[in-house]
């Protein structure tokens, strides 16, 4: 599945959309405190992105593992949204949604209406993954995780990290850099097939 930006006619300014267009997929994009999602969005989203990031304070110090993220000055206080057009008739809604625990209220409100989800992870901190995939699971969201890119991060073959996550044998796991379109592209095509194959399996 190739990726196609909305350049032409109309939408040349990439704010509007084909109207070629037929399907909308709503996904989130979720993961622990501080490990990309507002990047991941920004770094594909067609228009610009809706962000609601706060500078954080010392007080949030207190509440927020710090803890192998330095130089993290704001954080995501409800959602990121972008959109991305994979092909003349199929476009995707990315929501990201905050990764602390005291915003799963707003997390699952966001998660309403959603087909799946991509879980980014970062190596040096896979253990507050859990709660994420936790959450999906409980929700009934089926997902995919992508290890994100981090300078002085630890590298791990694929199938240590699928069992460090306790991954299910069908549930994708790729590399990605939140930082670079072409990665991320693939990370979200992977995932947009992971759930077509589900679909047509349980129809």
Sequence with gaps: MASALASDGPAADGVYLRDTVRTAVKLLVVGPFAVGKTTFVGTLSEIRPLRTEETMTQAGALVDDLAGVDGKGTTTVALDFGRLTLTDELVLYLFGAPGQQRFTRIWKDI????????????TRRLEQSFEVMSLLEELGIPYAVAVNAFDGAPAFPGEELRDALDLLPGTPLMFCDARDATSSTQALVALVEYLLTRNQENA
Excluded: E, S, W
């Design 111 to 122: 998660a309403h209406g959603a087909l799946g989800a991509l879980v980014l992870t970062d």
